[in-house]
C-alpha cells in the first residue's frame, strides 16, 4: 500500500518536473525544428541563479521569475545572434547548441565553483506533508501544481490568444504563415525566448529538488530528449503526457526492476520509438 | 594536373616523415591520438556527412570493438582472433542498432541513439562480471603483427598511419562508388530516390553498419593506444565529441572530419596546458567556427578562396557582372558538403 | 578566460619555472630542482575534487616556500577533465617535456587505471587519492602509493562502530552503483555482520540518478540504521531529499567517506547537525599540522578542508619526508625515492601519523566524525580515533586478499528481508 501510493505520487511529482524542463525544449522544437541542446545548460543556469537570488534574500517564486527572465535574455540573445543565420542546417545548429552548452557549464564552474549548491524551498513547504500516514515533501506537491498550471498556461496562450494562433500556423506550415505576413522571424525569437525563459524557470523550481552542481546540465539533456521523443515531438500535449509517462517508469521501474535502473529510461524509448517512430501521441497530436 | 590527388600525396609525404623531424615521442603520441580520433570521425561522417542523419550514440562503437577485443585477448585468445572477433561484433551491433534506429529519422533518429549509446554505457558499469565495472579492463600488450613491436611511439605511430590511410582510401572509394552517391541522393532527395527503384532504407542501412565498423576499427586503434578501457569510453561526452569533430570541420566532406579531430585533440590534451578554461574555449571555437563557416571549416575555406578567385577574377574584369557571388545568408555549399535538407 | 601563470611560462620555454624564480638566489644557483607532475580535475563535474586537491598542494607548497627538506621542487600542474585518455597524454607530457620525478594525482580510479602501464614503464612514484582496492591489493603498482585510504578502509570502521559502539543490529545500506560505492558497502557490511549486524537492504542508484525519491521511498524504516557512500554531489543530494520526505531523525544517516565531506558541509545547513560519518581526515583534527593547514586554507581560500584538500597535503608531507631520506643526491633515484616512500613513518601529517604496508597503502587512524556547529560553522568533530588502521582491517593481507575483491555480491548478502 503504502509502495503504491508513494511511487505513485513520486511518479506525478517528477513527472511534472519533467514537464517544466521539457515543455520548453518541446516548444523551440515544434516551431523552430531545432533541438536545443544547450536546454540542460538552461536548466542548470536556472538553478544556479536561483540559488544565487535566494542568498540574495529574494523571495522564491520572484527569484523563479528572475532566473526564467535572465535565462531567457540568454536565449533571445543566442537566437538573434547565432541561431538565426542558421535556419535549416540542422548539423550546424547542434555545433552551436552545444559549443554553448560547453561555454555555460564551464563558466558556472567559474562562478559558482564545483561544489554543489542548494536551493532552498520556500519555508512553509520544507516539511513534508502526510497522506494515511505516510511523510511525502510537500514541495513536490507544489511543483507538481506549478506545472499543471505552466501547462494551463501554456495551453491558453497557444488556443486563445493571436500569438499562440500564428506559433500554430507556423508550427503547421511555415512557408504558408510566412505567405501570409506572419512575422516568423519575430515568432522565432519569442518562441525561443519562452522556451529559454521555461527552461531558466523550471531550474529555480526544480532546485529544491535537484540542487545545482556542474553535471546537472548533462543529466537533464537527455531528460528532457525522451519526454518529447515519446510524447512526439513539438506538441505540447504529448510533452505534457510524456512527462507523466517517463515520471511513472522511472520510479516505479527502477523500484521493480532494480537491476535495469541504469536503462530503465532509454530501454522503454527505444522500444517505444522502434515501433512507433513518431511517438506514442503522434496520431492525437494535432 | 589532379590538385587532391596532389594535396593528397603531400599529405602523406608530411605525415610519413613527421616523427622524423626531431619531437619527441610525446608528440608523435599526440599524433597518434589525432590519427585515432580522426578516424574515429570520418566513420560518423559516414551516417552523418554523407547519410545526413546525426547519430549521437557513436561511442558505443568504439567501445564495444576495444572491450570486446580486451576480453578476448585477457581470456586467452590471440590478437588477431580478437581484433576479428571484436570487429564482427562491432558490425553486428551496429547492424542490429542501425535497424532499431533507422525506424526513425531527424531528432527520432538521434535519440535512439543516443539511448541505446546509454544502454551500452549503462552495461559497461553494471555488468561487472563481463566489464569489470568502472575499474575498466587492461589490455596486456599491443599486438605485434608480424613479429614487428608496437611498443614504441614510432612504431605506433606508423602502424596507426597504415590503417588510417587504407580506411581513409576505402571510404573514398565508397564515397565515390555508385553505392555512395545513392547515399548522398538518399540524403538530398529521398523522394526521388525511391521513384528511381533505390532502396532508401537498405542504403542508410548499410552505411550505417560500414560506419559501425570503421568506428569500431578506430576503436581497436584506441584499446591499442591506451591499453585501458573504462565506460568512459562509452559516454554520451565521447559520443558528443566525436559529432562535434566531425561537424566543425565539415561533415560531408573527407577531410573535414580529420580537420576537426585535429583541433578538439589539440585543444583537449595541448591547449588545456595553456588555458584553464579550455573547455569554454572549445565551445567558443563551435560558435565561432559555425558564425564564419555555418558548414564547418573544409567547406568554409574552400567557400572563401573560390569567393577570393571570383573577387580577383572580377577585378581584373573576366568575370561578367551578371554572375553575382551569392548572397551571404543563402551560402551556396561545396558540392560535397550539402546538408540534409528534411523539414 | 584566465591563463595559469605557471603553464604559460612553462610553454613558453621560459627555463626557470616560478617556483624556482621564488627561491633564495644561494638555492637556485646550486641544486637543480625536484620536479612534481601534478595531475587533477579542474573541468567538468569532477572538478570540484580536483580544485580542493590543487587547494590543499598549493597552501603546502606556500607554506614550505617551495623547498622540500632543503632541495627547491617545482610543481607542474595538469587538468585532465576527468577522462582517461586524457590523463595518459598528460602523463606522458610530465615525464617526458617535464622530467618529472614523481607524480601526484590523478583523481578518479579510471584515470589511475588508465595510467598503471606507463606508471609503471616509467617507474614514477606516484601519490595518488584514487580509492579503487586492487591498486593496492590484487592489482598493487610496485610505483604506487596512497595516503588516503582505500574505499573500504574506512567503512571497515564504521561497520564496526556501528555494531559495538552504537549497538546497532539492522542496517540498510544505499550507494552509487559504480566500483567506489560497492567496496565502500561491502567494507561496511563485512565488518558489520562479523560483529553480530545484519544487513536487510542493500540499494544501488545508478551514477547519474536524476532523484533519488524512488530510493528513498523503497529505504526500510525498521531498522536501526542507513550507511550511506556516496560520491560528489550525489551524497549532497540524497541528503536533501532524504530530508524532504521526512526521514531526518526517525532513523540515523550513517556516512561513508566523502559523504558529508567538509566540501560540501557548509550547504548543507543546520539539517546536518547530528550526523555520523568516518574519515581518514577531518578538519578538526587537533595537531599542529592541521592547526596551520586549516588555517590557511581558511585564510587562503575560504573552505575547510576535506577529504580532498588533505590528501595532498598530506601527500606533500609524505614526499618531503621521502626526500629528506634520499637527500639532494638521491632525489633522482627513484628506486631509493620510492623505497624511502613507503618505508618512512611519518608521524606529523595533518591526518595524523602514517606509515604504509607493502602494498603501498596508508596505515594510518580512521575518525568516527559527528556534525556540529563551532562558532557559526559546521564542523565534522571527532568523537572516537581508530588508530593506525590498514586496509585489511584486522584480517591480516593473506587471509583477506584469499577473498574475491569486494563488489556488489561479495561478501554475499545473506540477510536481505524482502
Known amino acids: ?286 | 594536373m589532379n590538385r587532391p590527388l596532389l594535396a593528397c600525396l603531400i599529405a602523406l609525404v608530411l605525415l610519413v616523415v613527421l616523427p622524423h623531424l626531431g619531437m619527441g615521442d610525446y608528440y608523435i603520441n599526440l599524433f597518434s591520438q589525432i590519427l585515432i580520433f580522426a578516424l574515429f570521425a570520418a566513420s560518423v561522417n559516414l551516417i552523418v556527412g554523407y547519410g545526413g542523419m546525426i547519430s549521437l550514440g557513436h561511442a558505443a562503437y568504439l567501445g564495444i570493438a576495444a572491450y570486446s577485443c580486451t576480453w578476448l585477448v585477457t581470456h586467452g585468445y590471440g590478437q588477431l582472433t580478437a581484433a576479428l572477433g571484436a570487429l564482427m561484433l562491432t558490425t553486428l551491433v551496429a547492424a542490429v542498432f542501425g535497424m532499431l534506429a533507422l525506424r526513425a529519422t531527424g531528432l527520432s533518429f538521434l535519440m535512439i541513439t543516443l539511448a541505446l549509446g546509454q544502454i551500452v554505457w549503462g552495461l559497461a558499469y553494471r555488468w561487472v562480471a563481463l566489464t569489470n565495472g568502472d575499474n575498466g579492463m587492461a589490455l596486456p600488450a599491443r599486438p605485434a603483427p608480424f613479429g614487428i613491436s608496437l611498443n614504441g611511439a614510432t612504431s605506433f605511430y606508423y602502424f596507426a598511419l597504415l590503417v588510417f590511410a587504407c580506411a581513409i582510401f576505402c571510404i573514398w572509394r565508397m564515397v565515390h562508388s555508385p553505392f555512395g552517391a545513392a547515399l548522398k541522393g538518399a540524403r538530398d532527395q529521398p523522394r526521388r530516390m525511391s521513384m528511381l527503384g533505390h532502396d532508401v532504407w537498405m542504403i542508410r542501412w548499410l552505411a550505417f553498419i560500414l560506419s559501425g565498423f570503421w568506428a569500431g576499427v578506430a576503436g581497436l586503434l584506441f584499446i591499442y593506444y591506451q591499453k585501458f578501457v573504462s565506460p568512459y569510453a562509452l559516454s554520451l561526452q565521447q559520443s558528443a565529441e566525436v559529432l562535434l569533430m566531425t561537424i566543425l570541420g565539415g561533415a560531408g566532406t573527407l577531410s573535414g572530419p580529420v580537420v576537426g579531430a585535429v583541433i578538439v585533440t589539440l585543444v583537449k590534451n595541448v591547449a588545456s596546458s595553456y588555458v584553464e578554461r579550455w573547455n569554454a574555449l572549445l565551445g567558443l571555437i563551435f560558435v565561432v567556427a559555425v558564425m564564419f563557416m555555418p558548414h564547418g571549416i573544409v567547406p568554409g575555406l574552400v567557400q572563401w578562396r573560390r569567393a577570393a578567385t571570383r573577387r580577383k577574377a572580377k577585378a581584373v574584369g573576366l568575370v561578367p557582372p551578371t554572375a553575382e557571388p551569392p548572397r551571404a545568408d543563402t551560402p551556396r555549399p561545396a558540392p560535397d558538403a550539402k546538408l540534409e535538407r528534411s523539414a | 578566460m584566465t591563463f595559469d601563470r605557471r603553464s604559460v611560462l612553462k610553454g613558453i620555454g621560459a627555463g626557470v619555472g616560478v617556483a624556482a624564480i621564488g627561491m633564495p638566489a644561494v638555492l637556485r644557483a646550486q641544486t637543480k630542482p625536484f620536479r612534481i607532475g601534478f595531475m587533477t580535475v579542474k573541468t567538468g563535474p569532477l572538478a570540484s575534487g580536483g580544485i580542493q586537491l590543487e587547494q590543499g598542494l598549493n597552501i603546502y607548497m606556500k607554506e614550505r616556500n617551495n623547498i622540500l627538506a632543503g632541495i627547491p621542487v617545482e610543481v607542474f600542474t595538469v587538468d585532465t577533465g576527468g577522462a582517461p585518455a586524457v590523463a595518459l597524454t598528460k602523463m606522458q607530457e610530465l615525464v617526458e617535456r617535464n622530467q618529472i620525478s614523481c607524480l601526484i594525482g590523478p583523481l578518479s580510479t579510471q584515470e589511475a587505471l588508465a595510467l598503471d602501464d606507463v606508471i609503471r614503464q616509467t617507474k614514477t612514484p606516484t601519490v595518488s587519492v584514487a580509492a579503487a582496492d586492487d591498486m593496492t591489493q590484487r592489482r598493487a603498482n610496485p610505483w604506487f602509493v596512497r595516503v588516503t585510504a582505500t574505499s573500504s578502509q574506512c567503512s571497515h570502521v564504521m561497520g564496526d562502530y556501528a555494531a559495538k559502539d552504537l549497538k546497532y543490529k539492522r542496517a540498510v545500506t544505499i550507494a552509487d552503483d559504480i566500483a567506489y560505492g560497492h567496496e565502500q558497502n561491502a567494507g561496511f557490511q563485512q565488518v558489520f555482520e562479523a560483529d553480530g549486524g545484519k544487513v536487510v537492504q542493500k540499494l544501488w542508484p545508478p551514477l547519474a540518478v536524476p532523484d533519488y525519491g524512488t530510493y528513498i521511498a523503497q529505504l526500510k524504516t525498521n531498522v536501526d540504521c542507513v550507511f550511506a557512500a556516496f560520491a560528489g554531489s550525489n551524497g549532497f543530494r540524497f541528503f536533501r531529499q532524504f530530508n524532504e520526505y521526512g526521514l531526518k531523525g526517525k532513523v540515523p544517516l550513517l556516512g561513508g567517506m566523502t559523504a558529508f565531506d567538509e566540501a560540501l558541509l557548509q550547504q548543507m545547513g543546520d539539517d546536518a547537525i547530528g550526523l555520523l560519518s568516518v574519515n581518514y581526515y577531518s578538519a578538526e583534527l587537533d595537531n599542529p599540522a592541521n592547526k596551520k593547514f586549516v588555517e590557511a586554507m581558511r585564510r587562503d581560500y575560504k573552505v575547510d578542508p576535506g577529504y580532498y584538500g588533505a590528501a595532498t597535503y598530506t601527500a606533500a608531507a609524505v614526499l618531503e619526508a621521502a626526500l629528506k631520506t634520499v637527500g639532494p643526491k638521491g632525489m633522482d633515484d627513484k628506486e631509493a625515492l620510492m623505497k624511502a616512500l613507503r618505508t618512512n613513518k611519518v608521524e606529523d601529517t595533518c591526518r595524523g601519523p602514517v606509515s604504509f604496508d607493502t602494498y603501498g597503502n596508508v596505515v594510518g587512524n580512521v575518525y568516527i566524525r559527528k556534525v556540529e556547529k563551532k562558532g557559526g560553522r559546521l564542523v565534522n568533530s571527532v568523537i572516537k580515533t581508530y588508530e593506525n588502521v590498514s586496509q585489511f582491517w584486522n584480517y591480516g593481507p593473506e587471509a583477506f586478499l584469499k577473498n574475491p575483491v569486494y563488489s556488489r555480491d561479495y561478501p554475499p548478502a545473506k540477510n536481505l528481508e524482502p
Open chain 1, 1 to 286: 500500500m503504502q509502495f503504491w501510493l508513494i511511487q505513485t505520487l513520486n511518479s506525478v511529482a517528477f513527472g511534472g518536473l519533467l514537464f517544466l524542463l521539457s515543455s520548453g525544449f518541446s516548444l523551440i522544437f515544434g516551431l523552430m525544428r531545432m533541438p536545443n541542446l544547450a536546454h540542460g545548460a538552461f536548466f542548470m543556469l536556472g538553478a544556479y541563479f536561483g540559488a544565487s537570488f535566494l542568498a540574495w534574500g529574494i523571495n522564491f517564486w520572484l527569484a523563479a521569475l528572475l532566473s526564467g527572465l535572465a535565462v531567457g535574455a540568454l536565449g533571445l540573445i543566442m537566437e538573434r545572434g547565432l541561431l538565426r543565420r542558421l535556419a535549416g542546417n540542422g548539423q550546424g545548429q547542434v555545433l552551436v547548441t552545444l559549443g554553448i552548452s560547453f561555454i555555460i557549464a564551464d563558466v558556472c564552474l567559474m562562478v559558482w565553483t564545483g561544489d554543489p549548491v542548494p536551493v532552498p524551498a520556500p519555508q512553509g513547504l520544507r516539511a513534508p506533508t502526510f497522506f494515511i500516514g505516510y511523510a511525502f515533501p510537500t514541495y513536490r506537491l507544489v511543483v507538481l501544481g506549478v506545472a499543471i498550471l505552466a501547462a494551463i498556461a501554456l495551453h491558453v496562450l497557444m488556443e486563445r490568444t493571436r500569438l499562440g494562433a500564428m506559433i500554430r500556423a507556423g508550427v503547421d506550415d511555415m512557408e504558408m504563415a510566412r505567405g501570409v505576413g506572419i512575422p516568423v522571424s519575430r515568432l522565432f525569437m519569442l518562441v525561443f525566448l519562452l522556451g529559454a525563459a521555461l527552461a531558466g524557470l523550471g531550474g529555480t523550481i526544480g532546485g529544491p529538488i535537484m540542487s545545482a552542481y556542474p553535471g546537472l546540465d548533462a543529466d537533464m539533456l537527455p531528460l528532457a530528449l525522451v519526454v518529447v521523443i515519446l510524447g512526439g515531438v513539438g506538441s505540447l500535449a504529448g510533452a505534457f503526457v510524456g512527462s507523466f509517462i517517463v515520471g511513472f517508469i522511472y520510479n516505479f521501474g527502477t523500484a521493480l526492476f532494480p537491476d535495469f535502473a541504469y536503462v530503465i529510461l532509454f530501454l522503454p524509448m527505444v522500444l517505444v520509438l522502434v515501433l512507433m517512430p513518431q511517438g506514442l501521441f503522434a496520431g492525437a497530436a494535432r
